[in-house]
């Protein structure tokens, strides 16, 4: 069974540091595309990061440029999400996803999330 | 960037009926659009990608349409199941976005 499990969130000042992970399984993850996906409470969908299958390619929504990092350990099925200089409006559950692979670019499978809360 | 506007931005049907839900992007994507369902407290779950194509374990009652800015989400005789939020994404360009969501509930 494919599978995804997010870990690392919290309680975090403004200002501050966090390291999201998300352990995969059931699947060849090197082979993937993965991502990161956060929803604000109560608010809607909004994709956060992309990592390509070999790490060579990075992708960011504008506002988290320069501050999130993600990257990846194809040898431990792991992906990961460097936050710094974390922002109120930082607050969100995060999500991470695998693309479908050959056959679609859409995220076919989702973790349950884990929330971040940027809060003094 | 490529915005996705998904229209109404809440839906009322009685279980049984059809409901129709709209998703126009402000370029042309081609094919490469999906359809998301996120019930409360849970993960989104991939419905339709390629703007059409069923993913796996879709109940047929689920079809997607149309091509270019133009799209449609269709949920024919709606289960007690499918009260949700539904998500509209491209994925024909970075950044990837979403649309702001419709949500269907019970009339």
């Known amino acids: 069974e494919v599978q995804l499990l997010e870990s690392g969130g919290g309680l975090v000042q403004p200002g501050g540091s966090l390291r999201l992970s998300c352990a995969a399984s059931?699947?060849?993850?090197?082979?993937?595309?993965m991502n990161w996906v956060r929803q604000a409470p109560g608010k809607g969908l909004e994709w956060v990061s992309s990592?390509?299958?070999?790490?060579?390619?990075?992708y960011y929504v504008e506002s988290v440029r320069g501050r999130f990092t993600i990257s990846r350990d194809n040898s431990k099925n792991t992906l990961f999400l460097q936050m710094s200089s974390l922002r109120a409006e930082d607050t969100a559950v995060y999500f991470c996803?695998?693309?479908?692979?050959?056959?679609?670019?859409?995220?076919?499978?989702w973790g349950q999330g884990t929330m971040v809360t940027v809060s003094s | 960037e490529k915005v996705l506007t998904q229209s109404p931005a809440t839906l009322s049907v009685s279980p049984g009926d059809r409901a129709t839900l709209s998703c126009r992007a402000s370029?042309?994507?081609?094919?490469?659009l999906a359809w998301y369902q996120q019930r409360p407290g849970q993960a989104p779950r991939l419905l339709i990608y390629?703007?059409?194509r069923r993913a796996t374990g879709i109940p047929a009652r689920f079809s997607g349409s149309g091509s270019g800015t133009e799209f449609t989400l269709t949920i024919t005789s709606l289960q007690s199941e499918d009260f949700a939020v539904y998500y509209c994404?491209?994925?024909?360009?970075?950044?990837?976005?979403f649309g702001q969501g419709t949500k269907v509930d019970i009339k």
């Open positions: 996803a695998k693309v479908g692979g050959g056959y679609t670019d859409a995220f076919d499978t």
């Open positions: 059931g699947f060849t993850f090197s082979n993937f595309v």
């Open positions: 990592i390509s299958a070999l790490r060579n390619n990075t």
């Open positions: 370029q042309n994507i081609g094919s490469n």
């Open positions: 390629g703007a059409s």
């Open positions: 994404q491209q994925y024909n360009n970075w950044p990837r976005t």
